[in-house]
């Protein structure tokens, strides 16, 4: 699904990475590993089409439609409620049942009971279960997710937990994160920078 022969990324003269080969097969769930600035980030910009490589080939075997990509920022709309914020969203991947699907989500990841209220009052934990919902709305066939656990308590990793156990068998994952012990029972392969 994914596939990455002498990728490199700079920006100006700082080096992110060099000469990266990358086979991500349909249905894996990759784990991307490595300190700070190692350049976790950059691929997972790269795969979702965010930026350009600066040399090297890059082939994404999915459509952007089929892609569900959580970054650093949630890309939430901080004037709108939770529930307009997913129906856009839905609009937007033009998804079926959309009412019921948003309902279940935000049940899901214990956001219902503040589902009218602006995401700009949200706490970053509440945020970060907005982007997850945000991300998994539309049923994506590849997932990038940088830092899922990223401000998540115990009972929203535990909601993650069982959320990634769920689409494991039918999405395509690549994770980036600090904390790889937590995702071993899932994952199929990994990807270290040094």
Known sequence: MIRARGLAKRYGAKRIFDGLDL???????????????SGKTTLM?????????TAGELTVNAERAQ??????????????TA?????????????????ERIGMLL????????????????????????????AFLHEPTLLLLDEPYSALDVEGAELLDRELDARR???????????????????SGRLAFA
Do not use: I, K
Not at 45 to 50: D, E, F, P, S
Not at 85 to 99: C, D, G, I, K, T
Not at 113 to 134: D, F, I, K, T, W
Not at 169 to 187: G, N
């Open 67 to 80: 892609l569900g990509f959580l970054g650093h920022e949630a890309l939430v709309y901080r004037d709108l």
């Open 83 to 99: 529930m307009e914020n997913l129906q856009l969203y839905a609009r937007l991947y033009r998804v079926a049942e959309a009412r």
């Open 169 to 187: 068998t039918t999405a395509t994952f690549l994770v980036a994160t600090h904390d790889p012990v937590r995702l071993e029972p899932f994952a």
């Open 23 to 37: 086979d991500v097969e349909r249905g894996a769930f990759v784990v991307v590993t490595g300190p700070n600035g």
């Open 45 to 53: 910009r790269l795969v979702a089409g965010l930026v350009a490589p």
């Open 107 to 134: 049940e899901r990841f214990d956001l219902w009971e503040v589902r009218n209220e602006r995401a700009g009052a949200y706490s970053r934990g509440m945020l970060q279960r907005l982007a997850l919902c945000r």
